[in-house]
């Protein structure tokens, strides 16, 4: 398995990882307007297993704060390792350049829904602590849930 910045070639892998997560993980917006936006606007490295793309992470900086924007691994290639690679490469360069703090939004463990609890479980492994929990409300389907943002202190180098 191969973790590189990912070049505008990959678009459609990405995109294809993406849809393997819909609609468990990532809803019709996400699918069609906010993850395609935030690939052209964010960098994005991807996770390659003999050409295919198997996984990808989004992420922007703002200063010396930065937000993971998006993470997904292909079902079939889930729990193998992957995803904790590819936050290792991007946790590499934020720390290389100075980045002390990094967040992640997702579904708070207050909205029962069995699909985020490994996500969370995800996010502990790698480190994050809860910061703060808020209600919101699903844009597609106007439900109400709860939505955590993690954070993970970067100790400076
Ligand atoms: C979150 C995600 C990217 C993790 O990728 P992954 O390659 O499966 O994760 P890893 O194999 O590196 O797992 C690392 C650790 O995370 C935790 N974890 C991952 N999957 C888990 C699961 N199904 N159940 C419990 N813990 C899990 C474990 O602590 C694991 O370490 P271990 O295997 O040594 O116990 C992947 O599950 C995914 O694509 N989820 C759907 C999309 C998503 O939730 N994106 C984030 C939206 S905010």
Redesign the pocket.
């Known amino acids: 398995m191969n973790i590189r910045e990912a070049i505008e070639d990959d678009r459609q892998g990405v995109m294809r990882v993406a849809k393997s997560?819909s609609p468990?993980?990532?809803d019709n917006i996400a699918i069609g307007t906010s993850i395609p936006r935030d690939l052209s606007v964010h960098r994005t490295h991807v996770a390659k297993e003999g050409g295919r793309t198997v996984?990808f992470i989004v992420h922007t900086t703002v200063d010396d704060k930065a937000d993971?924007k998006?993470?997904?691994?292909?079902?079939g290639?889930?729990?193998?390792?992957?995803?904790?690679?590819?936050?290792a490469v991007v946790e590499d360069e934020l720390r290389g350049v100075g980045v002390g703090e990094v967040r992640?939004?997702?579904?708070a463990e207050l909205t029962e829904y069995e699909?985020?609890?490994?996500?969370r479980?995800?996010?502990?492994?790698?480190g994050f602590h809860v910061e703060k929990v808020k209600r919101t409300r699903s844009e597609e389907t106007s439900e109400e849930f709860y939505m955590a943002t993690y954070l993970k202190v970067l100790p400076r180098m």
């Not at 992640?104 to 579904?107: G, R």
């Not at 699909?115 to 996500?119: A, C, D, G, I, V």
């Not at 479980?121 to 790698?126: I, Q, T």
């Open positions: 997560l468990r993980w990532f996984g993971i998006w993470i997904g691994v292909e079902p290639f889930q729990r193998k390792g992957i995803g904790s690679e590819l936050y992640v939004e997702t579904v699909p985020y609890e490994r996500t479980a995800f996010y502990e492994k790698m």
